[in-house]
């Protein structure tokens, strides 16, 4: 009976009139007629009607009855009554049957047929109605249990100021800044590039009782020397070709304060001279100037390549370097503190989705996956610079997905893990290849701490001496570190 049209069973017609009927309805619906009770319950079991069109008593056919039934037993049918009813009859139809539209006994089919096709956009719009709802209670469903997920992933993540972490690193990284903020000393600020070196530093300032007064931010990398000086210290006017005007350095400019000086690695022997200087004396003198002008100002170092390495190269001064190492805070790279991946992935793309107006449900699971796999050579940078990409590719209300990740990405592909039932010897005895997971463990460790010695020892179980014997006798240094992987 159906073949994608609406199909329509008709009953208790006269056949004359069911002949029409049919005939004209069937230009546009699928049809069938029946004038038996039963039969018709039987047939509404078997086909998919989508409404019923029922004259009453004319036939003897019971039309109130069999609509009460099919009420019951197929509620979603339209039900439409035709034929002269009493006052209780309709009553009955209306409150028992619950019949959608009556039609008077005689009644020109092309009517019916517009009356049909009324009753069934209807019952249409009911059915997307409900169907919508249901979709939107889904959408509900699943953006509830969302929130909560980031609710929950938020609630295991810390701040301090601007800085997300749940890594157990970075949380004692942190308690370490949080304590060193409340002090005057200088703090060495150590980690490889995009790793928050200068988010960490603000937090510091913000954290200390100098958050009222100026923080000045320096770069010191690529700065010829006298522009340096001038720059930190100021100058007189005509002290060197170009110098027009007095200038005030920025460490007086920050008295009160705190200055940044980033790249803190870069800077040339003399203006490590000068700034030990400063350090010791809290005196600055401007070039061209014989006046000293004290002022009391907190300096925070940065640096990504670890100063110890510099020391050992002859490239800074060791005084220099216990003068800024008050506190020294070591950020590991990314791909140290994987746990930290989603909570900064959830918060920098709900920070970017905002500032740009856009509104996300979130990132898709499949996302952190594979961000989990990559090595961020780059750190929290890069990580921000792909999120920021997928975010504005991402349509508002929807998910940020798996298909805009940036190839390079996308096709990492996870490494089995070693196991003991994985576990090989590759050819070599049981002795090295012990020896050989020692050295990566070392290593690794080293590389963590930054070469801090006795923090490594500690956090590998060893002594000072067995840590440093080890060492020796695996021949283990800055490079081999820096090229362990895995
Ligand atoms: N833990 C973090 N939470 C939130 N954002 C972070 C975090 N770490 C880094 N970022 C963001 O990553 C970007 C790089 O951070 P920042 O500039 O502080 O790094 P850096 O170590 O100073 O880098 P560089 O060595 O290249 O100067 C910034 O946009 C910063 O907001
Ligand atoms: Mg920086």
Redesign the pocket.
């Known amino acids: 009976m159906n073949n994608g049209m609406s199909s329509i069973l008709i009953c208790g017609y006269l056949p004359a009139p069911t002949q029409e009927l049919s005939e004209y309805l069937g230009m546009h619906y699928s049809t069938c007629s029946c004038n038996d009770v039963g039969q018709a319950l039987k047939l509404l079991d078997e086909e998919p009607v989508d409404l019923i069109l029922a004259q009453h008593q004319q036939t003897g056919f019971d039309a109130l009855t069999f609509l009460n039934r099919a009420r019951i037993s197929h509620p979603e049918v339209v039900r439409v009554l035709a034929g002269s009813l009493s006052r209780e009859e309709m009553t009955e139809a209306i409150n028992k049957a619950a019949v959608y539209q009556f039609l008077p006994e005689v009644w020109p089919v092309e009517l019916v047929e517009l009356m049909v096709r009324r009753s069934l956009e209807n019952r249409e719009l009911g059915y997307r109605y409900r169907h919508l709802n249901r979709e939107f209670k889904i959408a509900e469903d699943v953006l509830k249990k969302y929130n909560e997920q980031i609710e929950s992933s938020i609630e295991d993540s810390h701040q301090f100021d601007?800085?997300?972490?749940c890594s157990r690193s970075?949380a004692s990284l942190c308690n370490m800044a949080k304590k060193a903020s409340k002090t005057n000393l200088p703090i060495l600020?150590q980690?490889?590039?995009?790793?928050?070196?200068?988010?960490?530093?603000?937090a510091i300032h913000h954290n200390s009782d100098r958050s009222r007064q100026p923080l000045m931010v320096h770069?010191c990398g690529g700065m010829s020397d006298e522009l340096l000086h001038s720059e930190l210290f100021g100058h007189k006017k005509g002290a060197f070709t170009g110098a027009v005007s007095d200038r005030l350095g920025l460490l007086p400019a920050a008295d009160g304060g705190t200055v940044f000086l980033?790249?803190i690695g870069d800077v040339s022997p003399t203006f490590q001279v000068s700034l030990l200087r400063f350090l010791q004396e809290g005196e600055v003198k401007p070039l061209g100037s014989d006046k000293i002008i004290h002022c009391d100002v907190r300096v925070i170092a940065?640096t990504?390549q670890p100063l110890t390495q510099l020391i050992q190269e002859g490239k800074f001064r060791e005084d220099l370097y216990y003068r800024l190492n008050g506190f020294q805070l070591n950020?590991p790279p990314l791909s140290e503190r994987p746990d930290?991946i989603e909570v900064?992935t959830e918060?920098?793309a709900k920070r970017y989705a905002h500032s740009i107006g856009r509104k996300i449900l979130g990132v898709a699971p499949d996302v952190i996956k594979q961000f989990q796999l990559h090595n961020w050579p780059g750190?929290?940078?890069e990580?921000?610079n792909e999120i920021k990409r997928m975010v504005a590719m991402t349509d508002n209300g929807s998910f940020v997905s798996p298909e805009d990740l940036s190839e390079p990405i996308r096709s990492l592909k996870a490494k089995p893990t070693e196991t003991v039932e994985t576990l090989t010897l590759d050819g070599m005895t049981l002795k090295e290849k012990i020896e050989q997971m020692e050295i990566k463990i070392i290593s690794k460790t080293l590389q963590r701490c930054r070469w801090n010695q006795s923090q490594t020892a500690r956090e590998l179980g060893l002594s000072r001496v067995g840590l440093s014997n080890k060492i020796k006798r695996y021949g283990i240094h800055a490079d081999v570190v820096a090229g362990v992987q895995g």
């Open positions: 601007k800085l997300v972490y970075m600020i980690g490889p590039t995009g790793t928050g070196k200068e988010l960490m530093a603000r770069n980033d790249e940065a990504n950020i930290d900064l918060y920098l750190n929290v940078r990580l921000e």
